[in-house]
């Protein structure tokens, strides 16, 4: 099984036609922008060890410049969640719910790898939509809330009903003690994003646990 990765060609060719799209439009007075929200003077601040990974200052897909996308297109910019990316899109769970004031727990693909066999993503995305969308909602929060505030507030639920604990140690925030927050607080259009680096929900594991596909 593949995975979308920003190496594919046509990914990689996606990317760069946006970065030219989003580069042209900031130029240019008049036209309608579809890139960062001009209000958004300050920058975005992310925190975790995961972010250095992650673009930064002026590259794109950086914090500050996807703060003005709807949710679903700043995950696009996001190289470490493409398979989170696709099981979203996939799922229409956000066009059910809209982006007006939701928070994302959403897995690295390294997080996938270690969940899921091939043979079980397959059939998740591509047949079994309807445990696609409990497990696209067991990531969903309803509100938008900092890692701070859902760290203060000890529990948060999921929009699939599961209650979370959410612990703090240290400079490590853990959600329901199986995932660690690896950079927080992202931004978009009326969304909070943090990655994590664990799949949550009440799906089996059926990854063989050596870091490689189970068939």
């Known amino acids: 099984m593949t995975y979308p990765r920003i190496r594919n060609p046509r990914r990689a060719g996606a990317l760069l036609a946006a970065a030219l799209l989003l580069t042209t439009t900031a130029c240019t007075s ?32 950086n914090p500050t410049a996807l703060a003005g996308l709807p949710a679903g297109e700043a995950l696009t910019w996001m190289p470490t969640l493409t398979t989170f990316e696709a099981a979203v899109r996939t799922s229409g769970v956000l066009d059910e719910h809209g982006t007006d004031g939701l928070t994302l727990l959403a897995p690295t693909d390294d997080a996938f790898v270690k969940k899921f066999s091939d043979d079980t993503w397959d059939t998740l995305m591509t047949r079994d939509h309807e445990k696609l969308r409990t497990l696209v909602k067991a990531h969903l929060i309803a509100g938008t809330h900092s890692l701070d505030q859902l760290a203060a507030a000890g529990a948060t639920t999921t929009l699939d009903g599961t209650t979370l604990t959410v612990t703090r140690t240290g400079d490590t925030t853990r959600f329901a003690d199986t995932a660690d927050a690896v950079c927080a607080d992202y931004q978009a259009k009326g969304t909070r994003i ?18 490689h596909r189970a068939h």
């Open 194 to 211: 943090h990655i994590i680096n664990a799949v949550l929900g009440p799906l089996p594991t059926t990854a063989d646990g050596t870091g």
């Open 30 to 61: 008049g036209n309608h922008n579809t890139g960062p929200d001009p209000s958004l003077a300050a920058a975005v601040h992310v925190t975790g060890p995961l972010c250095d990974a992650l673009p930064t200052g002026s590259e794109p897909g």
